[in-house]
């Protein structure tokens, strides 16, 4: 009983792979793509060339339908910014595809040269047709060309019909078989190409064939007949979906584009040939067979006549190449006799040769030594060029030629002679005399009996080998120089920028002759980068000379504002316990502090002026005097009636009434006020940090700054009061501490880590406090720079 269960089991199985087996594929609904911007859809095809195959040489995916549906996802990337996965799927069977097609969900659609039928409108969606469906009898080349019907009836028994099952080819067949030739048998092939290779290769066969399928053969070359009756056309060849797929809508509208039937077009006669689109369009509209026919003739003459001009192509390129064969015969036979002739002289030209290149080999080995010796002669003049140029003092630049001279050539005497254009003189800041360093010296350029100095006025070198007899060239005599001062051999040349003269360089020896041409050149060398250095070096002596006077301005103006603000006496006179911690991003401020006492009240501000360095310290001078004008001359001591004046008075000195200025300052502005136990508190665009029985209270100040750009009709501030009645500690400060970039991550320090610091010190001895914000601010900062100014002031009451 087991074995007979076994055998059912094992007979189940076969029948599902007779009768077809389907996996269920799933892809993603054309919903789901729409939303994700994404998703994969599986294109399930039988090998059908040239609508959709897979290439044997290279296993890559080809053909018509293909490019069409590679075409659909540019589509859908365009209109709807979509990325479509497309997975391809081969079956070996048409009628697997279809089946998988049909049981497949979401994103799933097939493509093999499929055709509309309404039995199949049925079981799937249809996408528009792409192309027309004709389809023709085709057979073998032994098959003779029927002319009539009834003659193709009495041989069809002699012949082998074939078909692939489940298509329309069959549904031809069948067709044919009920209402002409009710005797007709036929069997089946696993697909359209194997349909096609039958007809090519084997005898007496015949079947159907789309015409597409049919014109591509022939552009091939391949010999098949065809029958010129009983041809079929239907609605047309379209891409198939499961019923219940949303897809039809995206590719409905890619086949409703304007310019889609130029891009079908475009595809087919890709794939087809240059006149195959219009063709097949003209026999798929013709109005009957006769007409159809007719048109599929026109096509299969113009295939013969293209097939008639690659014979005859290729016949003339075979002759050409007969042509050039002759030629290189001809040319070859002319060679040989030159070479004979060469052959014949070649010993008494290879003895010539060999002398010759002897000759050439001594001559090349000379320059390559040459040519060797100069290139290491430039590498080491460069190197000592910025070695040269890296000094930014003129000692040092002719200390460092002078290292180098000595080194390259013969050196007793050497020096360089710079214009001080003030003096009308060569000064000599360095000047070596037998390895001894002299003093400095100047030589005045008007004394022109000096060969240095005649040199420098000619702009012109200098250059002797036998100086005492020689000088006449240059000088009329002697008698400027001492004794021993001058040398036999010297080397002069002028410091040139552009067309004129800075100073002037000499080397000289006591031998005659000391010096060659590549001395000479050496020193040319060393000139042009002793130039650059000197002038360099004068340029950065003027930028020092200027950073010192503007930094000596910037001291004295730090002095100044020093002088403005409240000294550390008298603010513990006025506030005991309290303290200022005030850190300029430069010498100078545009941050301050403001403190004084009026009408028994105790007037304490943190100012935050635009800017920051110069600019903003004179700000800071303008705000000081103005807050003194105030609440002096003006007796105002409110709080909120102060930051108004203020307000009024920065735009009327600045004059933002009719200009572009738009400067201004934030200010924390407390008004202490000691009898009544009270502090009223103003700002502009800053807070007040409190803190009372170890509860930490912020008072914002209104959003707007002190003078600036108005454009309401009249700024005014407002007023806020605390008691002060209980021991009470607070903070005004600018925003440089809480900008401040650092930490790990370069980040800001932020006003909630500011507020929780602040609160974390505030038990603290007020200058334990200050010290411990200069710690904080350190630590955070690190490396970074400080990017503004940055003012605190704590008091306790």
């Given at each position: 009983?087991?074995?007979?269960?076994?055998?059912?089991?094992?007979?189940?199985?076969?029948?599902?792979?007779?009768?077809?087996?389907?996996?269920?594929?799933?892809?993603?609904?054309?919903?789901?793509?729409?939303?994700?911007?994404?998703?994969?859809?599986?294109?399930?095809?039988?090998?059908?060339?040239?609508?959709?195959?897979?290439?044997?040489?290279?296993?890559?995916?080809?053909?018509?339908?293909?490019?069409?549906?590679?075409?659909?996802?540019?589509?859908?990337?365009?209109?709807?910014?979509?990325?479509?996965?497309?997975?391809?799927?081969?079956?070996?069977?048409?009628?697997?595809?279809?089946?998988?097609?049909?049981?497949?969900?979401?994103?799933?659609?097939?493509?093999?040269?499929?055709?509309?039928?309404?039995?199949?409108?049925?079981?799937?969606?249809?996408?528009?047709?792409?192309?027309?469906?004709?389809?023709?009898?085709?057979?073998?080349?032994?098959?003779?060309?029927?002319?009539?019907?009834?003659?193709?009836?009495?041989?069809?028994?002699?012949?082998?019909?074939?078909?692939?099952?489940?298509?329309?080819?069959?549904?031809?067949?069948?067709?044919?078989?009920?209402?002409?030739?009710?005797?007709?048998?036929?069997?089946?092939?696993?697909?359209?190409?194997?349909?096609?290779?039958?007809?090519?290769?084997?005898?007496?066969?015949?079947?159907?064939?789309?015409?597409?399928?049919?014109?591509?053969?022939?552009?091939?070359?391949?010999?098949?007949?065809?029958?010129?009756?009983?041809?079929?056309?239907?609605?047309?060849?379209?891409?198939?979906?499961?019923?219940?797929?949303?897809?039809?809508?995206?590719?409905?509208?890619?086949?409703?584009?304007?310019?889609?039937?130029?891009?079908?077009?475009?595809?087919?006669?890709?794939?087809?040939?240059?006149?195959?689109?219009?063709?097949?369009?003209?026999?798929?509209?013709?109005?009957?067979?006769?007409?159809?026919?007719?048109?599929?003739?026109?096509?299969?003459?113009?295939?013969?006549?293209?097939?008639?001009?690659?014979?005859?192509?290729?016949?003339?390129?075979?002759?050409?190449?007969?042509?050039?064969?002759?030629?290189?015969?001809?040319?070859?036979?002319?060679?040989?006799?030159?070479?004979?002739?060469?052959?014949?002289?070649?010993?008494?030209?290879?003895?010539?040769?060999?002398?010759?290149?002897?000759?050439?080999?001594?001559?090349?080995?000379?320059?390559?030594?040459?040519?060797?010796?100069?290139?290491?002669?430039?590498?080491?003049?460069?190197?000592?060029?910025?070695?040269?140029?890296?000094?930014?003092?003129?000692?040092?630049?002719?200390?460092?030629?002078?290292?180098?001279?000595?080194?390259?050539?013969?050196?007793?005497?050497?020096?360089?002679?710079?214009?001080?254009?003030?003096?009308?003189?060569?000064?000599?800041?360095?000047?070596?005399?037998?390895?001894?360093?002299?003093?400095?010296?100047?030589?005045?350029?008007?004394?022109?009996?000096?060969?240095?100095?005649?040199?420098?006025?000619?702009?012109?070198?200098i250059i002797m080998g036998d100086v005492f007899n020689e000088y006449n060239r240059y000088l009329d005599s002697l008698d400027a120089y001492n004794k021993d001062e001058l040398l036999s051999s010297m080397i002069c040349l002028p410091l040139m920028v552009g067309d004129q003269a800075i100073g002037m360089i000499?080397?000289?020896?006591?031998?005659k002759d000391a010096y060659d041409i590549r001395h000479v050149n050496i020193l040319r060398n060393l000139a042009i980068y002793t130039t650059i250095a000197i002038q360099n070096a004068q340029v950065f002596r003027q930028l020092e000379q200027q950073k010192d006077n503007i930094t000596a301005s910037i001291d004295?103006?730090?002095?100044?504002?020093?002088?403005?603000?409240?000294?550390?006496?008298?603010?513990k006179h006025h506030l005991p316990e309290s303290f200022v911690f005030l850190k300029p991003r430069d010498i100078v401020s545009g941050d301050f502090y403001y403190l004084t006492t009026h009408n028994e009240k105790t007037v304490l501000a943190a100012v935050d002026c635009t800017g920051h360095g110069v600019p903003?310290?004179?700000?800071?001078?303008?705000?000081?005097?103005?807050?003194?004008?105030?609440?002096?001359?003006?007796?105002?001591?409110?709080?909120?009636?102060?930051?108004?004046?203020?307000?009024?008075?920065?735009?009327?000195?600045?004059?933002?009434?009719?200009?572009?200025?738009?400067?201004?300052?934030?200010?924390?502005?407390?008004?202490?006020?000691?009898?009544?136990?009270?502090?009223?508190?103003?700002?502009?665009?800053?807070?007040?940090?409190?803190?009372?029985?170890?509860?930490?209270?912020?008072?914002?100040?209104?959003?707007?700054?002190?003078?600036?750009?108005?454009?309401?009709?009249?700024?005014?501030?407002?007023?806020?009061?605390?008691?002060?009645?209980?021991?009470?500690?607070?903070?005004?400060?600018?925003?440089?501490?809480?900008?401040?970039?650092?930490?790990?991550?370069?980040?800001?320090?932020?006003?909630?880590?500011?507020?929780?610091?602040?609160?974390?010190?505030?038990?603290?001895?007020?200058?334990?406090?200050?010290?411990?914000?200069?710690?904080?601010?350190?630590?955070?900062?690190?490396?970074?720079?400080?990017?503004?100014?940055?003012?605190?002031?704590?008091?306790?009451?």
């Amino acid at each position: 009983m087991r074995n007979y269960s076994i055998i059912y089991v094992f007979a189940g199985i076969l029948f599902l792979f007779q009768h077809g087996y389907s996996q269920q594929f799933t892809g993603d609904s054309w919903s789901k793509v729409k939303a994700n911007k994404k998703g994969k859809i599986w294109v399930i095809y039988a090998n059908n060339t040239p609508f959709i195959y897979q290439k044997n040489n290279t296993g890559a995916i080809a053909g018509l339908e293909h490019d069409l549906i590679k075409e659909f996802a540019k589509f859908l990337k365009i209109k709807y910014q979509v990325t479509l996965d497309i997975v391809w799927k081969k079956e070996l069977y048409f009628k697997d595809c279809l089946l998988n097609v049909k049981n497949g969900v979401g994103g799933v659609m097939g493509a093999s040269g499929i055709s509309i039928t309404e039995s199949r409108k049925k079981e799937f969606g249809f996408s528009p047709a792409y192309l027309p469906d004709i389809e023709l009898i085709v057979s073998s080349q032994n098959v003779p060309l029927f002319t009539k019907t009834t003659e193709f009836g009495k041989n069809i028994a002699n012949l082998k019909a074939i078909t692939v099952k489940n298509t329309t080819y069959e549904e031809n067949f069948k067709d044919l078989k009920s209402k002409f030739f009710p005797s007709l048998k036929y069997s089946y092939v696993p697909t359209s190409d194997a349909l096609l290779d039958s007809c090519i290769k084997g005898e007496g066969y015949w079947g159907y064939m789309s015409m597409p399928v049919y014109i591509e053969a022939l552009n091939k070359g391949k010999k098949i007949y065809r029958q010129h009756f009983f041809n079929v056309v239907r609605e047309g060849m379209a891409f198939v979906f499961p019923r219940a797929s949303d897809w039809k809508e995206p590719i409905d509208e890619f086949f409703q584009q304007p310019d889609f039937q130029q891009l079908v077009n475009r595809i087919v006669n890709r794939h087809f040939g240059n006149f195959a689109a219009d063709l097949i369009k003209d026999a798929s509209n013709s109005s009957d067979n006769t007409d159809k026919e007719r048109e599929v003739r026109v096509i299969e003459l113009k295939l013969k006549n293209l097939l008639l001009q690659r014979a005859r192509e290729k016949s003339e390129q075979k002759q050409s190449q007969t042509r050039i064969a002759y030629v290189v015969l001809t040319v070859f036979l002319l060679l040989a006799g030159a070479a004979a002739w060469f052959f014949y002289n070649r010993e008494k030209i290879k003895k010539r040769a060999r002398r010759e290149l002897a000759l050439k080999s001594e001559e090349i080995a000379a320059q390559s030594e040459h040519i060797k010796e100069s290139f290491q002669r430039l590498e080491l003049i460069s190197e000592i060029g910025k070695q040269v140029i890296a000094n930014l003092s003129i000692e040092s630049i002719i200390k460092t030629v002078y290292e180098n001279v000595v080194e390259l050539m013969p050196t007793e005497e050497f020096g360089v002679g710079i214009y001080d254009d003030y003096t009308k003189s060569l000064v000599y800041e360095v000047y070596f005399y037998k390895k001894e360093r002299l003093p400095i010296f100047r030589v005045p350029v008007y004394k022109d009996n000096r060969l240095g100095i005649k040199c420098f006025n000619r702009q012109e070198e200098i250059i002797m080998g036998d100086v005492f007899n020689e000088y006449n060239r240059y000088l009329d005599s002697l008698d400027a120089y001492n004794k021993d001062e001058l040398l036999s051999s010297m080397i002069c040349l002028p410091l040139m920028v552009g067309d004129q003269a800075i100073g002037m360089i000499s080397v000289q020896h006591s031998d005659k002759d000391a010096y060659d041409i590549r001395h000479v050149n050496i020193l040319r060398n060393l000139a042009i980068y002793t130039t650059i250095a000197i002038q360099n070096a004068q340029v950065f002596r003027q930028l020092e000379q200027q950073k010192d006077n503007i930094t000596a301005s910037i001291d004295y103006a730090k002095q100044i504002q020093k002088a403005m603000l409240p000294s550390t006496e008298e603010i513990k006179h006025h506030l005991p316990e309290s303290f200022v911690f005030l850190k300029p991003r430069d010498i100078v401020s545009g941050d301050f502090y403001y403190l004084t006492t009026h009408n028994e009240k105790t007037v304490l501000a943190a100012v935050d002026c635009t800017g920051h360095g110069v600019p903003g310290a004179f700000l800071s001078l303008i705000g000081h005097d103005i807050l003194d004008t105030v609440v002096f001359q003006e007796d105002i001591t409110e709080a909120h009636e102060i930051l108004n004046r203020l307000h009024l008075r920065v735009r009327q000195v600045l004059r933002q009434y009719d200009t572009s200025n738009r400067d201004g300052m934030d200010i924390s502005l407390c008004v202490i006020d000691k009898q009544q136990q009270t502090l009223d508190f103003a700002g502009a665009k800053t807070s007040l940090i409190y803190i009372q029985q170890d509860n930490l209270e912020r008072l914002k100040g209104d959003k707007m700054p002190i003078g600036g750009e108005q454009r309401e009709t009249e700024r005014t501030f407002s007023k806020q009061t605390i008691d002060i009645s209980q021991p009470t500690t607070l903070y005004i400060y600018s925003d440089g501490f809480q900008d401040q970039f650092g930490g790990r991550e370069n980040q800001k320090y932020m006003a909630p880590r500011f507020r929780e610091f602040l609160y974390s010190i505030h038990k603290l001895p007020m200058q334990d406090q200050k010290n411990a914000l200069k710690k904080e601010l350190d630590t955070w900062k690190g490396d970074y720079e400080q990017l503004d100014d940055i003012l605190v002031v704590g008091v306790r009451l």
